[in-house]
């Protein structure tokens, strides 16, 4: 199952955990910042994915 949080849409369906990611992988491309967490279904992480950078985690960074 793909979710956006914080997103209105339903959640969308697919047959296989490789399917899934492809899709939330692809919408995650097209609206960066953005990042994909594979779970178990019981909130352990399996994978992850970030696609662009937090330009928030970069100022932080840099005022210290």
Request: aromatic share 4%; with cysteine.
């Amino acid at each position: 199952m793909v979710v956006k949080e914080g997103g209105a849409s339903a959640p969308a369906e697919f047959g296989r955990r490789e399917e899934a990611v492809a899709e939330a992988c692809r919408r995650a491309e097209s609206d960066q910042p953005s990042k994909v967490i594979v779970d178990k279904g019981d909130g352990a992480i399996l994978e992850e994915h970030v696609f662009g950078s937090d330009l928030s985690q970069e100022l932080d960074s840099t005022v210290r």
